[in-house]
């Protein structure tokens, strides 16, 4: 299993872009990068996913460089509702178990 | 995507006491998880449910203590045994989409059930 880092908390403002790096120097070869995100009293929701280089949706873009042992969730202008843990999580499906870090918990302050 | 109900949502416990929480998923999965969340803490998991077969228990749990039972593809328990006040939790019960984004599984959750033991 592919271990992740990521920063305990990082504050914004709103109306801010937050970018949000996760490490993950031994990523497989067949490994895709997934952040969730987890607010108080409800379980985890899915944001992105990605294998390489941009992935954009909705929600946030996802920046993964060409070795793959990082990559940056992108939340653009902020708001208060924002306000959450974010978990960076390496790996694959088929019934491959799921493994969480310890997460990110983002502050937006007004 | 998948819509998951656990029952119950909250629950307040005697010391020594068990307390089954129900999952209930609304289509068919191969795999349910369920995990644990301590107060201010990440996600733990607890263990894998198959259909039809035991369920897989990471390091650090047992059958004894969590006993789960799967007995179709859209119904699942979590048993939290002779309780004590630090099985005081979130438990989470969890299904993979694998038609999901494409490549790997989209994981869905439930809205946890929040255990207090007094």
């Known amino acids: 299993l592919a271990k992740t880092t990521q920063p305990i908390s990082m504050d914004s403002y709103e109306g801010q872009e937050v970018n949000i790096t996760c490490s993950h120097n031994?990523?497989?070869?067949?490994?895709?990068i997934t952040w969730y995100q987890q607010f108080p009293s409800q379980g985890p929701r899915f944001i992105i996913q990605?294998?390489?280089t941009k992935v954009t949706n909705e929600v946030a873009s996802l920046f993964i460089p060409a070795d793959r042992k990082s990559s940056t969730l992108s939340l653009p202008r902020v708001s208060l509702s924002d306000t959450a843990v974010y978990y960076c999580?390496?790996?694959?499906?088929?019934?491959?178990?799921?493994?969480f870090g310890a997460g990110t918990r983002l502050f937006v302050k007004a | 995507s998948a819509v998951i109900s656990q029952k119950p949502s909250r629950d307040i416990c005697q010391r020594g006491t068990s307390l089954t929480i129900q999952c209930q998923v609304d289509?068919?999965?191969?795999?349910m998880f369920w995990y644990r969340q301590q107060p201010g803490q990440s996600l733990t998991l607890i263990a894998t449910?198959?259909?039809?077969?035991?369920?897989?228990?990471e390091s650090g749990f047992v059958i004894d203590k969590f006993p789960i039972s799967r007995p179709n593809l859209t119904f699942s328990t979590l048993t939290v045994s002779n309780m004590s006040p630090e099985d005081s939790s979130i438990y989470l019960c969890?299904?993979?989409?694998?038609?999901?984004?494409?490549?790997?599984?989209?994981?869905?959750f439930g809205e946890g059930s929040r255990l207090t033991v007094l």
């Open positions: 969890s299904v993979e989409d694998p038609g999901g984004a494409g490549g790997t599984g989209e994981l869905f």
């Open positions: 289509s068919q999965v191969t795999m």
């Open positions: 031994n990523i497989a070869t067949n490994d895709y």
């Open positions: 990605g294998y390489k």
């Open positions: 449910a198959n259909q039809g077969s035991e369920a897989t228990y």
């Open positions: 999580l390496v790996g694959v499906s088929g019934g491959f178990k799921t493994i």
